[in-house]
């Protein structure tokens, strides 16, 4: 079954030197059970799509397109009474950085049961309590841990208790932005392991947003490549990651830095980031593609099949030709 | 290394150095408890090289950054710098010490003052050190956003901090400790935000950053990757304690202690 669906979806921010297109004509979908994984580079446009997604943007975004069906209903036709409603339940966040957003003078198992009370007030606060127990199982922190501040745990801890609170509410899809980066290789190795098994055990939507690849091909069965607002591949995890065809993709994998990486690794020059207040309307990526041509510069890119399941947006000869070395 | 007979000191020089914190009595249980951060250690970084710390969450990585830039004081033993002793310095001399030691913290959301603009985070210091003038300082301000691929520099002047991405962030946050051109700098987990594209740009920055002004850094980091890319010399800690130091190759290639190997071990893999 279809859980969401985004269609043409395109997000801006109002600035002084005019829009800045933050999010550009993205379109994706994703079922029920599954997990999606975002990558890009830092500014291209991951976080935008999270808070468009939860009904969170700054005061200064406009949503200028598209639709964005979860569930049945259009998202963007949602009052503020209905987001209220809505967050927590049918979608809820591991915003990127929320291991400081504990509040540091409320116990943790406090916090956790305000999350559970603001959305079923008529729950006893026995029953309510049993819940949070049952969610500290699940990330496994110990029920005697139950009553520390959050300055008391760890990092690692303090990212399994926003988990938590993130599950609260049993929602259908669970949106988490970066939420391993601030840990060790350790500790980020067994919240992913946590996090796939509260996928399969819930059945839980995920969408995974990290700039680090071998995160997300860790965790996601489905993968988007971002880079300055748009969306340029789409595939399978293995269809991306072992046949990737757009040129950043295939950029993005070979700068990423393993223990048997050669030292003598190649690196690109630097490239300067599109800048998104003036488009041009060609390539975004072209000024750093090797293999760009005036084509690219003049005109905007399509989507060009690769498999019924995976796609890039760029050019057909562009995407042979990169092929062949 | 560069050879030379006068044999100049180490610039940083750290031994027995012990930190232990003691956290406040809470409601329900009187008394103290103990946080042993760091416990004993010796460490010793030549002029311009790139020197790796390694290790779990909480095993004291931040806390040697933050007695190294003096924002805390040991429990006991002795640092000094370029041979001579910073326990103790006061006034004058730490203000002196302060502009040639920076650090880049390990999260941006935190590091950066929300009130400021882009251009005043940067320029603080220029200002505080009383460095250049006017249109010096704000065409230092461009030159060092361009550096650290923040550009056009002038389209980022203006903004705060939230109007950034996370990783925009620690680009500025390190735009503001190379500013100042310093002689050794703490950076601590300073590409754990950004795609591989831009870390590795980051590190060949640094590298070139390091063969210019001969400055050195202590590069904090869970990635032994990264590690192994950019740093001369690795030390790995676990609880507090060093429990191996040694050429990067040779630690990663041959290591001794079981946590090093467990460390080994958990990086990510990513073989398609
Ligand atoms: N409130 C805002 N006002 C103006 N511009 C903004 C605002 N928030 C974000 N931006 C800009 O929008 C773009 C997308 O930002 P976003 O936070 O979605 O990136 P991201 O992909 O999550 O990056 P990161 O990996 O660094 O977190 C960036 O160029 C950023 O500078
Ligand atoms: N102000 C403080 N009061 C009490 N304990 C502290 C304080 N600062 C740090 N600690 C403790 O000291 C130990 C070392 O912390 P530190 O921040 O140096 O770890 P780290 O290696 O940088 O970890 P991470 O990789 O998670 O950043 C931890 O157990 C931490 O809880
Ligand atoms: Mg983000
Ligand atoms: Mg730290």
């Not at chain 1, 069965?221 to 969306?231: A, K, L």
């Not at chain 2, 640094?206 to 030390?235: G, P, S």
């Amino acid at each position: 079954m279809t859980l969401l669906q985004v269609e043409n979806l395109s997000v801006g921010y109002k600035t002084k030197k005019g829009i800045l297109h933050a999010v550009n004509d993205i379109s994706f979908t994703l079922e029920q059970g599954r997990s999606l994984g975002f990558v890009g580079e830092s500014g291209c446009g991951k976080t935008t799509i999270g808070m468009t997604l939860m009904g969170l943007l700054p005061e200064n975004a406009v949503i200028t397109q598209g639709a964005i069906h979860f569930n049945g209903s259009n998202l963007l036709h949602f009052k503020d009474e209905q987001w209220r409603n809505f967050r927590g339940k049918g979608i809820s966040m591991v915003f990127q950085a929320a291991m400081n957003a504990l509040n540091p003078v409320i116990r943790v198992d406090e916090q956790i049961m305000e999350a559970i009370e603001v959305h079923s007030p008529d729950i006893p606060k026995t029953e309510i309590y049993k819940q949070v127990k049952n969610l500290f199982n699940m990330v496994q922190i110990s029920e005697d841990r139950l009553r520390d501040y959050p300055h008391q745990y760890s990092g690692g801890m303090k990212q399994r208790a926003i988990i938590a609170m993130a599950l609260a509410c049993n929602p259908k899809l669970i949106i988490a932005d970066e939420p391993t980066t601030a840990l060790d290789v350790i500790v980020q190795d067994q919240i992913l392991q946590e996090i796939k098994k509260i996928k399969k055990a819930l059945n839980t939507s995920v969408i995974f947003i990290s700039h680090d690849i071998a995160v997300v091909a860790d965790v996601c069965e489905d993968i988007c490549v971002m880079y300055g607002g748009q969306i340029v591949e789409k595939g399978k995890r293995e269809e991306v990651f072992k046949s990737p065809r757009h040129p950043y993709t295939k950029t993005l994998l070979a700068s990423y830095l393993s223990l048997d990486s050669d030292k003598n690794i190649k690196v690109l020059e630097i490239q300067k980031p599109p800048d998104l207040i003036t488009l041009t309307g060609g390539c975004r990526f072209a000024d750093s593609c090797k293999h760009k041509s005036k084509n690219c510069e003049n005109h905007t890119p399509g989507w060009v099949d690769l498999s019924p399941t995976h796609q890039a947006f760029c050019f057909e000869d562009i995407l042979n030709k990169d092929n062949n070395d | 290394m560069i050879e030379d007979n006068t044999q100049p000191a180490p610039i940083i020089e750290l031994s027995g150095v012990t930190k232990e914190y003691r956290t406040k009595a809470t409601f329900f249980s009187k008394g103290y408890t103990n946080v042993m951060a760091m416990d004993n250690i010796s460490l010793t970084l030549q002029r311009g090289e790139i020197f790796g710390l390694v290790g779990q969450s909480g095993s004291g990585k931040t806390t040697l950054g933050r007695l190294l830039l003096k924002l805390e004081s040991p429990t006991k033993g002795i640092m000094k710098f370029n041979g001579k002793p910073i326990n103790d310095l006061k006034g004058k001399d730490l203000k002196t010490y302060r502009s040639k030691v920076q650090m880049i913290f390990q999260d941006p959301y935190q590091s950066l003052n929300p009130h400021l603009s882009i251009a005043e985070t940067i320029l603080e210091p220029l200002i505080v050190n009383k460095i250049g003038d006017i249109h010096s300082r704000k065409e230092k301000v461009i030159e060092t956003l361009d550096t650290v691929s923040l550009a056009p520099g002038k389209e980022y002047y203006d903004r705060f901090p939230h109007q950034l991405s996370g990783g925009q962030r620690q680009r500025v946050a390190i735009a503001r400790a190379i500013v100042l051109d310093p002689e050794f700098i703490v950076a601590d987990e300073p590409t754990s935000m950004l795609d591989a594209t831009i870390a590795i740009q980051l590190f060949k920055l640094l590298q070139q950053i390091r063969k210019k002004y001969n400055m050195t850094f202590l590069f904090i980091t869970h990635n032994l990757a990264a590690a192994q890319f950019l740093c001369d010399r690795i030390a790995v800690i676990h609880d507090g304690v060093i429990v191996e130091t040694g050429p990067t190759d040779r630690v990663i290639q041959q290591p001794e202690h079981p946590y090093t190997k467990k460390l080994i071990q958990a990086q990510p893999k990513f073989n398609f």
